[in-house]
């Protein structure tokens, strides 16, 4: 059987080239489902706070404003199914649960610390963007 040349040497597809395949796009891409855990509101500030920390529900639900019990376990829940999140429960009366996040967790943190750091650098710009949009329209 002949080989093609072609083929011999071509290289697989980079990350960039696979998205634009259009798997993220296809409606029933399982990355969606992982992105919105991790671009959700909850999910950046969970994976913030918990970058350096290890911390328990409390702690969690003290440091991320304005978050309900109900939004903080069920985006705990997402991102320990993920694969992103640790839970530990110790055996003590009252329970004692802490979370931290995983290696992976860690990996996807640090992405998302660039995004926070990149708006929080540029909100000044984004401000004033919104307030010339409000004045356009008013």
């Known amino acids: 059987m002949k080989r093609d040349p072609k083929q011999a040497t071509a290289s697989p597809p980079t990350l ?12 029933r891409c399982p990355s969606r489902e992982v992105l919105k855990h991790v671009t959700s509101r909850w999910g950046v500030l969970v994976l913030l706070a918990l970058l350096n920390d290890t911390r328990r ?7 991320i404003g304005g978050v309900s019990e109900k ?21 003590v009366v009252p329970p004692h649960v802490e979370y931290s996040l995983t290696p992976l967790g860690k990996e996807v943190g640090q992405r998302v610390v660039g995004l926070a750091d ?5 909100l000044p710009r984004i401000v ?4 010339a949009c409000a004045d356009v329209s008013e």
């Open 128 to 131: 004033a963007a919104q307030q």
């Open 16 to 27: 960039s080239e696979q998205f634009d395949r259009g798997d993220l796009f296809a409606e």
């Open 71 to 91: 939004m903080l376990a069920q985006t705990l829940q997402w991102l320990e199914r993920d694969g992103f999140v640790l839970r530990v429960s110790h055996p």
């Open 57 to 63: 529900f409390s702690e969690l639900r003290r440091r």
């Open 118 to 122: 990149w708006i929080e650098l540029n």
